[in-house]
Every structure is written in structure tokens, then in C-alpha cells.
């Protein structure tokens, strides 16, 4: 029987198995990656606008403006400028962990190596727009009630983290309580005092140094 030209194409075309993802399958789309970089450009652009402005000054027209965006289209990923602000706090959060996380990765745990991380992280800007939100938040109820809840997570997720991250401390859990909290006043209170001009750029390699020791002073001997 005669085979139609039609029918040979047909014959010798191989089949196509398609490898995108489908949706039910669990895998990204290309609309939900487009989207979470538009929200990661949004959040971005919400720091930046806190360093430069202030939290008062931070508004979702300056903040769409700074990301490259239409306030429609910021409008399609966040409904108002509450849902921006607490998604802006968890990526502050998320990235406080990491460098926590990154800082505690060598064997050692030396108290030099983590003191100065820890300096480094509260010279950047995410340090600077987390600390106008929470200075806004003593006086905005609306912000507080944002952000108090966040804060709360935040600390008990931190804390576990570090008993993880520091099993030379466990058997001085109140030592490492007092170390970690002396570590985040003294160095935070530090970073905001040099942007107010409190304190003179000098004093800060010593400052750093008595904290090293008196880290040193406290961990358990062994």
C-alpha cells in the first residue's frame, strides 16, 4: 500500500517530551520567578528609600519610582504599603541570619573573627533602614504592630540558631546569653552612634578589642 508523503513526515518525526515543570508538579513557572524578582526589586528599593529618606519619607510612589516601576504594578504585588513594609522587615531579618550564618561557618569561632564580622554587617545598609524601622516604630502603633511579632520570631530563630552553631558554648548557656547580648548592644550601639556622630571613628578598634576580650573572658575553658 502507497504511503503518503504526509504520512512518512509523520512517521519519522520524533516525539517531543517537553521538561518544563508543570505547576501541579511543584516547579517554578516563569511568571512566579518574574514576580519574585519584581517583589525582591520592590523590597530592594524600600531599603534604599529608608537609608536615603527615613521612614516618614518612604512612601509606595518613591518606592515604585526607585524600583523602575509603575505604582500600578507595585500595587500588584503588594496591596498597600503595611504588606511592603513587613515583607522589607523578613528580608531584613533573612539577611541578618545569613551573615550570622556565613560568620559562624569557620571551626575556629574566634572572638576577633566574629566580633569584626558582625562590625562589618552594621556598616551596611540594610543595618541602616532596620534601625530607622525600628526607631519609627516606637512612636507609629501601626508599625510596632508590624514589626513587634517579626521581632519576636526573629529572636527565638536567631537563639536557636546560635546554640546549633556554637556547641563549644553549651555548657555555659547563661554566659553565651550575656556574650551574645553584650555582643549586639555594645556593636549596634556603636554603628548608631557613629552615623549621629556620637561617637569618634577613633575609639572603634578599641571598643572592638574590649569586646573580643571580654568574650575571650567568658567562653567556657576546653
Same mark, same amino acid.
Given at each position: 500500500?502507497?504511503?503518503?508523503?504526509?504520512?512518512?513526515?509523520?512517521?519519522?518525526?520524533?516525539?517531543?517530551?517537553?521538561?518544563?515543570?508543570?505547576?501541579?508538579?511543584?516547579?517554578?513557572?516563569?511568571?512566579?520567578?518574574?514576580?519574585?524578582?519584581?517583589?525582591?526589586?520592590?523590597?530592594?528599593?524600600?531599603?534604599?528609600?529608608?537609608?536615603?529618606?527615613?521612614?516618614?519619607?518612604?512612601?509606595?510612589?518613591?518606592?515604585?519610582?526607585?524600583?523602575?516601576?509603575?505604582?500600578?504594578?507595585?500595587?500588584?504585588?503588594?496591596?498597600? %504599603?503595611? /504588606? =511592603? &513594609?513587613?515583607?522589607?522587615?523578613?528580608? $531584613?531579618?533573612?539577611?541578618? !541570619?545569613?551573615?550570622?550564618?556565613?560568620?559562624?561557618?569557620?571551626?575556629?569561632?574566634?572572638?576577633?573573627?566574629?566580633?569584626?564580622?558582625?562590625?562589618?554587617?552594621?556598616?551596611?545598609?540594610?543595618?541602616?533602614?532596620?534601625?530607622?524601622?525600628?526607631?519609627?516604630?516606637?512612636?507609629?502603633?501601626?508599625?510596632?504592630?508590624?514589626?513587634?511579632?517579626?521581632?519576636?520570631?526573629?529572636?527565638?530563630?536567631?537563639?536557636?540558631?546560635?546554640?546549633?552553631?556554637?556547641?563549644?558554648?553549651?555548657?555555659?548557656?547563661?554566659?553565651?546569653?550575656?556574650?551574645?547580648?553584650? %555582643?549586639? /548592644? =555594645? &556593636?549596634?550601639?556603636?554603628?548608631?552612634? $557613629?552615623?549621629?556622630?556620637? !561617637?569618634?571613628?577613633?575609639?572603634?578598634?578599641?571598643?572592638?578589642?574590649?569586646?573580643?576580650?571580654?568574650?575571650?573572658?567568658?567562653?567556657?575553658?576546653?
Amino acid at each position: 500500500m502507497a504511503v503518503s508523503p504526509a504520512r512518512k513526515r509523520t512517521e519519522r518525526a520524533p516525539a517531543r517530551t517537553s521538561t518544563r515543570k508543570s505547576p501541579a508538579e511543584g516547579g517554578p513557572t516563569r511568571q512566579s520567578l518574574k514576580s519574585a524578582q519584581t517583589r525582591g526589586r520592590l523590597i530592594e528599593a524600600t531599603i534604599q528609600c529608608l537609608v536615603k529618606v527615613g521612614y516618614a519619607g518612604t512612601t509606595t510612589p518613591l518606592v515604585a519610582t526607585e524600583a523602575g516601576l509603575s505604582r500600578g504594578a507595585m500595587l500588584h504585588h503588594f496591596e498597600n %504599603s503595611a /504588606t =511592603l &513594609i513587613r515583607s522589607t522587615i523578613v528580608e $531584613l531579618h533573612e539577611r541578618r !541570619l545569613r551573615a550570622f550564618r556565613r560568620s559562624s561557618e569557620t571551626t575556629e569561632h574566634e572572638p576577633a573573627t566574629m566580633v569584626n564580622a558582625y562590625w562589618k554587617q552594621v556598616q551596611k545598609p540594610a543595618f541602616v533602614a532596620f534601625h530607622e524601622l525600628a526607631m519609627a516604630a516606637r512612636t507609629d502603633a501601626e508599625l510596632a504592630q508590624i514589626m513587634r511579632p517579626l521581632q519576636v520570631e526573629y529572636r527565638e530563630r536567631f537563639n536557636a540558631e546560635a546554640i546549633a552553631l556554637f556547641p563549644e558554648w553549651q555548657s555555659a548557656p547563661e554566659q553565651f546569653a550575656q556574650a551574645m547580648a553584650l %555582643s549586639q /548592644t =555594645l &556593636i549596634e550601639g556603636m554603628a548608631t552612634n $557613629l552615623m549621629t556622630g556620637a !561617637l569618634d571613628e577613633a575609639m572603634v578598634p578599641t571598643l572592638l578589642k574590649l569586646l573580643e576580650d571580654k568574650i575571650r573572658a567568658m567562653r567556657p575553658a576546653g
